[in-house]
T-cell receptor, first 114, second 115 residues
């Protein structure tokens, strides 16, 4: 079984401040982990993914995430928020080894305050 | 992503009606998925298909059926629509990037309202 928990359904940050979106996972096998972004009235776009290589993963738009096995976490960060980062962010987990069913978290809406 | 198309993009239907949502892809990937998105619940898997003859139920398949007419087409049907099936529906496919790496690509979504 696999699952993800996203802490905080809404997060507000000031423009220029650090963005931290939290994700904890549960998986009985080594996981693949993903972060997706959804802008208003759009589909989901892959931000970054962890697939058992480097634990610090860099994605698009200046985002990065660190896989911490001991904490079962995969938090998403960005050093300086831009207004254009306002969106909903989803963490997702999939089991490695070829079984490709992805389980999504409930999402975190990021608000960026000018 | 233009590789995955969904029709219709918006649909309003009445309770009890049968409705089909269509998904097609241009890249020849085997694995296709249907999700629904509800506010505060994230995306939940309805059905998935690993090839034309391999169709599997997801976590919320009750009230839905699917058809994989060809590798490129995966349709979702609501046999008798009910209001709590009002949601945003996404089709997705899984692309193999390398031997042990893959990525999921989503269509633009279909907003379905059942009155």
């Amino acid at each position: 079984a696999q699952s993800v928990t996203q802490l905080g359904s809404h997060v507000s940050v000031s423009e220029g401040a650090l963005v931290l979106l939290r994700c904890n996972y549960s998986s009985s096998v080594p996981p693949y982990l993903f972060w997706y972004v959804q802008y208003p009235n759009q589909g989901l776009q892959l931000l970054l993914k962890y697939t058992s290589a480097a634990t610090l993963v860099k994605g698009i738009n200046g985002f990065e995430a660190e896989f911490k096995k001991s904490e079962t976490s995969f938090h998403l960060t960005k050093p300086s928020a831009h207004m254009s980062d306002a969106a909903e962010y989803f963490c997702a987990v999939s089991s490695s080894g070829g079984y490709q069913k992805v389980t999504f978290g409930t999402g975190t809406k990021l608000q960026v305050i000018p | 992503d233009a590789d995955v198309t969904q029709t219709p993009r918006n649909r309003i239907t009445k309770t009890g009606k049968r409705i089909m949502l269509e998904c097609s892809q241009t890249k020849g990937h085997d694995r296709m998925y249907w999700y629904r998105q509800d506010p505060g619940l994230g995306l939940r898997l309805i059905y998935y298909s690993f090839d034309v003859k391999d169709i599997n139920k997801g976590e919320i398949s009750d009230g839905y059926s699917v058809s994989r007419q060809a590798q490129a087409k995966f349709s979702l049907s609501l046999e008798s629509a009910i209001p709590n099936q009002t949601a945003l529906y996404f089709c997705a496919l899984m692309a193999t990037v390398s031997q042990f790496t893959y990525e999921q690509y989503f269509g633009p979504g279909t907003r379905l309202t059942v009155t």
